[in-house]
């Protein structure tokens, strides 16, 4: 029997003409990549080195780092960032440990049941955020709101909602749990399908409390799950503008501003627009520093 062999030069051929054809294929993705993102972004932060107004490109003044300075030492911008971080950490630990829970709890009854639940569960994911501001706004309204009304029923009348600068970032993580939790519950819920059942059985066979097996077997073996989830969730929470400009605007008194609502505030209402792509840079300096480690290598972590 003959074995027919190509030449090192036709299968170098090949592998040119595969090359070709791959980068003929990502030319579009890549070149959409740097027309919505790449060319942007430089620009942003070319702009952020000067000082200018919206329509006012061609009298823009160099001030170099001038804008940053201005960020780093303006109490409302320090606060923006407090707000921000604060408003990312509440969120993302009440929706991971709500979206987990019930994912776990689903899966511990009926299929039907359960994907009755899930359906409804997703709902408020399909609604807009801006409606979902409107929605919670009527919710905490203090003269005919309904979660007013209830918490009212049980002495606490002087709850201050959206008008309070104690309680208004509290209410916006509140609203944006109820919007964002269901999208953790569907991947975590996803995510558990993959774990065999048998470690379970052998867990109960051992006397394993659902508390045991929840920390020592759902949890770790969910850890890449986790891991996109929180890079997806807490980079989100971190640029949340729309639930938090149609709540509050940014009050009381800067209590619920957040470092999107401040950059829109500087840009469209006083018309500082080099300070606000400097706020924009911040912003993703940022996230770069508290998400980028999860982007590294997140299987690897997993194993860790």
Known sequence: MVVSQ???????????RDQQLAVLLLLPAATAIIVVMILP?????????????????????????ENYLRFFSDPSALRALLNTVLLTALSLALCLGVGVGIAVLLKEIGPRAANVLRAIFAMPILISPIIVSLIWRYMYDPTYGLLSYLLGLVGLRDFGGLTSSATALVCIVIADVWHTAPFIILVASAGLTVIPEELYEAARLDGASALRMLVQITLPLMAKVLTVLILIRGTDAFRTFDLVYGLTGGG??????????????????????????????VTLICLAVLFAPLMRNPAHQAEI
């Open 6 to 16: 190509e030449s090192p030069r036709a299968e170098s051929a090949y592998l040119r």
């Open 41 to 65: 972004l430089g620009f942003a932060f070319y702009a952020s080195f000067f000082d200018y107004s919206l329509g006012q490109e061609g009298s823009m003044t160099f001030v170099f780092l």
């Open 252 to 281: 009381p008194a800067n209590a619920t501003t957040t470092l999107s609502v401040y950059a829109y505030k500087e840009a469209f209402e006083n018309s500082q627009m080099g300070f606000a792509m400097a706020v924009s840079i």
